[in-house]
């Protein structure tokens, strides 16, 4: 873990809950002076958030709080750092996701059905002949009320990408990026998300797909050039992930 290789640590982390070595505990060594802490679930959220696993890191991060036992370490502080940053990460996507949503456009009203001037009264007799009835003017027609817009395939296909970096669905990711390109969406944000899809993946994959890694850096260089928000970027981009990057 303090070499930054976080993969494998969450290799060991998941092993050692598999034995049965799931409770943290604070074991004191041959010294009063010297004290082992042993919490898998604070460094499991550890080494995930940094992956950019962000839901699952902040479950092992809570589960690790649930314990109690962190509360008296140092550790702590970190602990209760990374789950603000998480909880303000996932409200922020969240929102981000709201907003990308489009409004339905609201029905136009009909006109207001003109009401018909009241017959006029009749005269009173006089040895003139009867006046013969005027017809009722016929009632005006109603029109027909206008459906709703279609909604785009590409609004839909946003939406689903949001949903599919956020889960960690990096495989549907790409194809969603690759069908909204081919489509002639340049948005910076399709960058943004192409840029985190790819690099999650060069990372998950023990950094060995090199190409992966350069179309990161290509996306991330294009959401720039497109004027991208720079805290958005914040958001979504982990330190973990710019420091692979090469960003500051």
């Known amino acids: 873990m303090k070499r930054g290789d976080y993969r494998a640590g969450i290799d060991s982390l998941e092993k050692a809950l598999a034995t049965g070595h799931a409770t943290p505990v604070e074991r004191l060594g041959t010294t009063r002076a010297f004290a082992d802490h042993y919490d898998p679930y604070y460094w499991l959220g550890v080494a995930r958030m940094e992956l950019g696993q962000e839901a699952r890191a902040k479950d092992a991060l809570e589960r690790s709080r649930s314990f109690g036992v962190i509360s008296a370490w140092p550790e702590s502080t970190d602990l209760e750092s990374r789950l603000r940053v998480l909880e303000t990460r996932a409200a922020e996507r969240a929102a981000a996701a709201s907003a990308a949503r489009p409004e339905p456009t609201p029905l136009p009203l009909p006109p207001a059905t003109p009401t018909p001037a009241p017959p006029p009264l009749a005269p009173r007799p006089t040895p003139t002949p009867e006046l013969v009835p005027t017809a009722a ?24 990408l949001v949903a599919a970096v956020s889960a960690a669905d ?22 943004l998300l192409d ?15 090199e190409a992966l890694l350069a179309r990161a850096r290509r996306a991330l260089r294009a959401y720039r050039a497109k004027g991208g928000n720079s805290r958005a970027e914040a958001v979504w981009i982990s330190p973990a992930m710019s420091a692979v990057l090469g960003t500051p």
């Not at 840029?195 to 797909?209: A, I, P």
């Open 170 to 191: 990096f495989e549907l990711a790409a194809t969603l990026v690759d069908r909204l390109r081919a489509r002639g969406d340049t948005s910076p944000d399709v960058d």
């Open 195 to 209: 840029c985190v899809t790819s690099v999650s993946q060069f990372l998950l994959e023990g950094r060995k797909d």
């Open 137 to 160: 003017p016929p009632a005006p027609e109603l029109p027909t009320a206008t459906p709703l817009p279609f909604v785009t395939p590409t609004s839909e296909e946003r939406r689903n």
